[in-house]
């Protein structure tokens, strides 16, 4: 019933190709050119990127043509059974969405909310003057699953399970009556902002990046920002892949709290996985793979000159934060930094002060 | 004022003696399913010399005497069954010596898991001990003595092998040591004197242990816990025997549970590694994953989870919420590895049938030597319908345990009674002897091991 | 129908496993953090089994008598089990034993001491059965200012109002606040009993006059922000004031003397030349997350040399006190009462001064120090004393 959206007479018109030609994990010939790789994708026949897709989600970004080319190669991965992990994985993580601990107590708001998603256990990081007068969704982490966005099933080539669970999620956050839907995390956003477009789930509300809101309410207390002054590092998550439109809110937040961003190699578009998916797929040579490349954009991190690695996906915190401590450099969630910058003190930042 | 009462106030003192209805209540229950039984005094010495007094004094009254560590080895163990002293042995809890070039520790009998880990970590960060699964409230005495395993069982095996020396009360109140220490030496050793293996798995009828030397080992820098995943039981012993033949793990444990529900049906390995740098981690890694587990990942059989950097050091149970109820009780076996997939099989059906959700969990001891397979069964403590769903399968359980060729760890009564059914006649004949000459007046621990 | 299907915690009560985790500190040194357990080491005495005897008496299996109310009201609620206690249930915890004291209370069943305490505090506006014409005691021969609108209300507390070892640390304090120039006053003989105790004891209706009484008299004054010295005061008011319309602004005194010395208004430039430890009063630390403030204010002191017990912060072992029993006292005598224990942790640490922020603990631990004889090599001091010193005011 929900279809995903894909025209492949643009990949035809395409000059360019970039959604293979500057993956960073496939390589396709230095001349970066594979002409028909994903027309022939689009039309149903087996291709090598199927096997071989550490599903970074950076295509999506790369396509100048207004194409899908990561939600195809999951659907097609789907189609013609390539898994791109171990069977037990897929079982797991498909079982992991299913909520098991009663129905959430729905409250209406009837206006703007933040929701939790999957991350209730981390309102710690949703405290203080920022988020002060937004009501919050989620919190409860036994209910969590409830308002889970399900898109981490393209890690696992499920779009079928995310299609056939999203509305009844969608409808569980519409009985709170929202008017926008501030998400935590980005994966969410990209849910609602691009995923659900592309294969024409309705979204009754206005989804709104996290950083977008982070910044509109850091513009309205302006006054309290005293310059940080610190050198960061920005970890790029997968999910930002769906709304490149957003990221630009990294630079303008870190501008207008006075941070530093270093100069590094893996950066923006060139970012590179917290390993986390990559490790997770759990095929032959994952483990080693995801260690090589942690231990790339770390380097890189140090390189530059970061006294600070900032994070917006709390599983790439997860993942990558004790590596970038064991470096010297702190791990720090977005929200804390930004709090830190209108003069609130997160936990753990009191030795900061 | 009650004779025996008094006795024991002048041995121990006042305040550590009760006879009034709270305590007498409290100390009747076990944690499990047990039906309680009052003891009629409550006594908590701080001495061996307190101890054998105590004992001497039952003897001379012939009333019971029931030791208790713990209390938490859920069998019913402890639960005073014809009433007598009850004496708890919490308040022995010093750490009498920590040897760190022989790499072992002396303890009184109270000493908990949680104050050795602790302790070990604070003063002697360069050792551990094999830490048992229970919580920290459990003592290294009594989990030794009831042949409890640890988080260093796979590469050495049960906590009643780490044992290096004891200091027994006997039933008749005479005071013995074994091991080493028994000829004035230091608690270096448990062999090469005489055996006389007297007192483990007798569940406190051949006397009370007061202190034990127990084996230390090195705690490596890096400790964590390596995952892995398949859906097929069968699996599950080859596995088993891929990941200990590396010998670079130290626990091995493979489990599968109802929930939380992303686990049912799946067979969950966690490995733990321990290493002193990087570069040994990687290489342990190497050898497990890839050398070792590379082929089921390749066949898609098999996934690989991560390693997660530390361990719960105690360990943390929430188990016994399951039910939001305040119970639950397993039954422990030791098993042939080989039986894994029917021991799963078997017991989620058993579950299954009673209505509970199932949780079952195979930890290796010794090198692929043998498993300690439990059926873990949730109750809740105010429904007592539950109660009894959950003893039903734990019995059915422990009848199972016979059948599929293994034996019932730590037996409450209907264990024992079913052991001793099947016990070789010359054996069980040895035993009763062993038993009349070390406990003439049948005082201690009287309904474990009945009609031996 | 039994007493247990009206209490209301009767859905929870019997979640507690009794796996014994709340006997422990964080780091598990030892099964003494819960006080009534390390006083007594009978199972009877843990967290798990004052919950199974609670549940025991309320389905009717064990009937009341003096000793069971004795353990149960031997619980300080230092919130220790809390902290440890690995299930959801654990934030019930201490109001599941308030809530049974409560039925204790309803029924007239209650020990001596604690019905004595609660009629002294009906009576007297104190649990010591003093007078409250002698109220203003601790601040004879001082020219300290009655409230009368300025901007701090100091609310002394009845420990620092009546004991003659803690009225020296009200003084203290107010010295302090002057020092600074913070604009205070006192209520003296106006002032009424905080009602923490009482509503730990289980006593609500008493607690609910005193918080009205003491919200309306703090009103009518035109107080807005009120600075305790005590812990349990600042708990009472913060916490459950709030509840009876009480919106003050609570200040526990280390929160506003390290204001002021960041505004560079506390002097403490003499120093203090000692190795110091510092307990946490269980009101201040488990109740109200504040383990650091009184740390960064001592560490200021020129000179301090501050060593932690291996138990500290949420850690802490209780001094014994709370719940009442700095004056009921069902956990003294003894060496293995949790004052005395506490005492023998600071003189492990080597340091000569056993810092308090607390009017009870000072007293509590200050009684223990006698009786373990440590006299000689150790002082207990409120950190209000401590600054009066380093601030070289005699």
């Not at chain 1, 360019?16 to 230095?30: E, M, V």
């Not at chain 1, 992990?85 to 708001?109: D, S």
């Not at chain 1, 930002?240 to 630009?248: N, V, Y």
């Not at chain 2, 498993?371 to 059915?396: K, S, V």
């Amino acid at each position: 019933m929900y279809a995903l959206q894909f025209d492949e007479t643009r990949c035809l018109h395409c000059e360019s190709q970039d959604c293979l030609a500057k993956c960073q994990y496939i390589h396709i010939g230095k001349d970066g050119k594979q002409p028909g790789e994903m027309v022939r994708i689009a039309r149903g026949e087996d291709s090598f990127v199927l096997h071989e897709c550490v599903t970074c989600y950076a295509c999506e970004e790369y396509c100048p043509m207004g194409n899908h080319p990561f939600y195809l190669i999951v659907e097609r991965q789907e189609a013609l059974r390539i898994s791109p992990v171990p069977r037990p994985l897929v079982t797991r993580a498909v079982n992991l969405g299913i909520p098991f601990r009663g129905e959430p107590a729905v409250k209406e708001i009837n206006g703007p909310l933040l929701n939790m998603a999957a991350f209730s256990e981390l309102t710690h990081l949703i405290q203080g003057r920022l988020f002060e007068d937004l009501p919050v969704i989620s919190t409860d982490g036994r209910k969590m699953f409830h308002y889970f966005c399900q898109l981490m099933y393209l890690h696992y080539a499920r779009s079928s399970v995310i299609k056939e669970r999203l509305p009844g999620i969608i409808a569980t956050i519409e009985r709170h009556k929202p008017t926008e839907v501030v998400c935590f995390h980005d994966e969410c956003y990209g849910t609602y902002a691009s995923y659900c477009p592309a294969v024409g789930i309705d979204v009754p509300f206005t989804p709104v990046h996290f950083y977008e809101y982070l910044y509109d309410r850091l513009t309205e207390l302006k006054e309290l920002i005293k310059p940080v002054g610190i050198k960061v590092a920005y970890q790029r998550p997968c999910s930002s892949r769906l709304s490149p439109d957003k990221h630009r809110f990294v630079g303008k937040i870190f501008r207008l709290i006075g941070a530093e961003e270093v100069k590094r190699e893996f950066v923006d578009e060139n970012a590179l996985c917290c390993g986390g998916t990559i490790q997770g797929q759990g095929r032959e040579g994952s483990r080693k793979r995801a260690a090589e490349l942690q231990r790339k954009n770390v380097e890189d991190m140090k390189k530059a000159g970061a006294e600070v690695c900032v994070f917006n996906c709390p599983a790439c915190l997860q993942t990558l934060g004790g590596m970038v401590a064991r470096e010297g450099i702190r791990p720090v969630h977005m929200s804390d930094l930004c709090r830190f910058a209108i003069g609130e003190t997160p936990a753990g930042w009191e030795v900061t002060r | 004022m009650n004779a025996i009462y008094q006795a024991l106030a002048d041995i121990v003192d006042a305040e550590h003696v009760s006879d009034r209805p709270e305590e007498l209540y409290i100390y009747s229950f076990d944690l499990g399913t047990a039906e309680p039984h009052r003891p009629d005094y409550v006594v908590a010495p701080r001495t061996t010399g307190q101890v054998r007094e105590i004992v001497r004094l039952a003897n001379r009254e012939k009333v019971p005497v029931v030791p208790l560590g713990g209390g938490l080895s859920l069998a019913g163990l402890a639960v005073p069954l014809k009433g007598g002293i009850l004496i708890d042995l919490k308040r022995m809890d010093r750490i009498l010596e920590v040897n760190e070039k022989g790499r072992y520790a002396v303890l009184e009998c109270g000493v908990s898991q949680g104050q050795l880990t602790s302790y070990l970590a604070a003063h002697h960060p360069g050792l551990t001990h094999s830490e048992p699964g229970a919580p920290p409230a459990a003592t290294v005495a009594g989990n030794a003595l009831i042949h409890g395993q640890g988080d260093l069982a796979q590469p050495y095996g049960f906590n009643s092998d780490q044992v290096n020396g004891l200091e027994v009360v006997l039933p008749t109140g005479e005071v013995c040591r074994f091991g080493s220490c028994a000829i004035g030496a230091s608690w270096f050793t448990n062999h090469p004197l005489p055996d006389v293996g007297l007192f483990f798995g007798w569940c406190g009828t051949t006397g009370l242990i007061t202190k034990l030397s127990i084996r230390l080992y090195p705690a490596k820098r890096i400790r964590g816990v390596g995952q892995f995943v398949v859906e097929d039981e069968e699996l599950v012993p080859e596995i088993i025997g891929r990941v200990t033949g590396t010998q670079m793990a130290e626990d091995v444990i493979a489990y599968s549970r109802a929930i939380p529900p992303f686990g049912l049906g799946l067979q969950h390995f966690t490995v733990n590694i321990a290493a002193n740098s990087e570069k040994e981690l990687e290489f342990k890694q190497e050898l497990i994953w890839d050398d070792a587990l590379g082929e089921y990942i390749r066949r898609g059989d098999g996934g690989y989870l991560g390693f997660t950097r530390g361990l719960e050091h105690p360990q943390i149970s929430k188990t016994s919420d399951y039910k939001k109820g305040g119970g639950f009780e397993y039954v422990g076996s030791i098993m042939p590895i080989e039986k894994y997939p029917e021991c799963y099989r078997r017991g989620r059906e058993i579950s299954e049938r009673h209505d509970i959700p199932y949780t079952v969990t195979g930890r290796c001891v010794g090198v692929g030597h043998s498993m300690m397979f439990a059926w873990t069964y949730a109750f809740n403590r105010a429904d007592p319908e539950t109660m009894r769903q959950a003893r039903e399968a734990l019995h059915e359980t422990d009848d199972l345990v016979l059948e599929l060729g293994g034996v019932i760890w730590k037996p409450g009564t209907y264990g024992q009674q079913l052991i001793l059914g099947r016990l070789d006649p010359g054996t069980r004949a040895l035993m009763r002897r062993i038993k009349e000459v070390l406990d003439p007046g049948g005082i201690m621990n009287p309904g474990n091991w009945e009609g031996i | 129908m039994m007493p247990l299907d009206t209490y209301e915690f009767n859905d929870v009560i019997h979640r507690c496993f009794r796996c014994g985790y709340c006997k422990f500190p964080t780091n598990w040194m030892d099964v003494n953090n819960c006080p009534p357990y390390a006083r007594f080491r009978m199972e009877s005495y843990s967290c798990g089994g004052r919950l199974w005897l609670t549940r025991a008496w309320l389905n009717e299996t064990l009937e009341w008598s003096e000793h069971l109310a004795e353990i149960l009201y031997s619980c300080t609620t230092c919130r220790n089990c809390e902290v440890k206690c690995p299930l959801s249930f654990n934030v019930d915890i201490v109001n599941m034993v308030v809530a049974a004291r409560s039925e204790m209370i309803e029924r007239g069943k209650v020990p001596p001491a604690v019905r004595r305490f609660l009629e002294n505090i009906d009576l007297h506006g104190n649990p010591y059965g003093s007078a409250r014409s002698r109220r203003d005691s601790w601040m004879q021969g001082t020219d300290i200012e009655r409230y009368e609108g300025q901007e701090y209300l100091y609310y002394v507390g009845c420990t620092g109002s009546y004991d003659t070892r803690a009225q020296r640390s009200a003084r203290a304090l107010a010295t302090l606040l002057g020092k600074a120039g913070a604009s205070f006053g006192v209520l003296g003989n106006h002032e009424n009993c905080d009602g923490n105790e009482v509503h730990k004891l289980g006593e609500a209706g008493l607690f609910e006059m005193l918080a009205q009484d003491n919200i309306e008299r703090f009103k009518a004054l035109g107080a807005k922000k009120i600075v305790t010295l005590s812990p349990h005061a600042y708990n009472a008011m913060k916490n459950l004031y709030p509840l009876y319309g009480g919106d003050f602004q609570v200040f526990h005194y280390t929160e506003l003397l390290y204001e002021l010395f960041k505004e560079g208004k506390l002097d403490v430039s003499n120093g203090f030349d000692a190795r110091l430890t510092y307990h946490d009063p269980c009101f201040l630390g488990r109740w109200n997350d504040g383990y650091e403030t009184p740390r960064r204010l001592l560490a200021a002191v020129p000179s301090l040399r501050l060593a932690e017990m291996e138990k500290s912060r949420d850690a802490a072992l209780c001094c014994g006190g709370g719940a009442g029993n700095f004056e009921i006292d069902l956990l003294g005598g003894g060496d293995s009462s949790p004052a005395r224990r506490r005492v023998r942790h600071a003189a492990e640490t080597g340091a000569t001064v056993l810092a308090v922020a607390c009017p009870k603990c000072l007293v509590m631990l200050e009684d223990a120090l006698k009786a373990e004889e440590l006299e000689e090599k150790l002082a207990v001091r409120d950190i209000a004393e401590i600054l009066t010193e380093a601030g070289g005011i005699r």
